[in-house]
């Protein structure tokens, strides 16, 4: 390694292009760092905005089912079903599910 810092001390030009070129190469690498990391921060953005909608639309879902449960609750307010017929059992459990994907479909549609 002396061998080879006495040769570059000894021919200053070839010291001198080396060095800009390391520079050069140096500015270069640094630049695409410094754009790879704003993409990877646009990218980060674009990752934490959508997580924020897909909570959105969750928490919708759920007051929305929440809605339909009180509905479905209403359809036998004094818990009578056991007096029922099986069509009637059937029924309500229809109505219940047409409730409960009505208030999917309709916050799917306003979200």
């Known amino acids: 390694m002396k ?3 006495r040769s570059l001390a000894e021919n200053p030009i070839i010291l001198g292009d080396r060095t800009s070129d ?3 190469w140096l500015e270069r ?6 754009l ?3 993409a990877a921060m ?10 924020l909608k897909a909570e959105a639309t969750l ?3 759920v007051e929305a089912l929440r809605g339909a449960l009180l509905e479905i ?3 036998d ?3 009578r079903i056991g007096d029922c017929s099986v069509n009637a059992i059937r029924g309500l459990v229809l109505r219940m599910g047409q409730i409960a994907r009505a208030a999917l479909t309709t916050e799917n549609h306003n979200g």
């Open 77 to 79: 307010p004094e818990s």
């Open 42 to 51: 646009g990218q980060a953005q674009e990752a934490y905005e959508a997580q």
């Open 22 to 24: 390391r520079i050069e």
């Open 59 to 61: 928490t919708a879902q």
């Open 3 to 5: 061998r080879f810092d």
């Open 36 to 38: 790879d990391a704003l």
């Open 29 to 34: 690498e640094r630049r695409e760092a410094a």
């Open 73 to 75: 609750d209403a359809l």
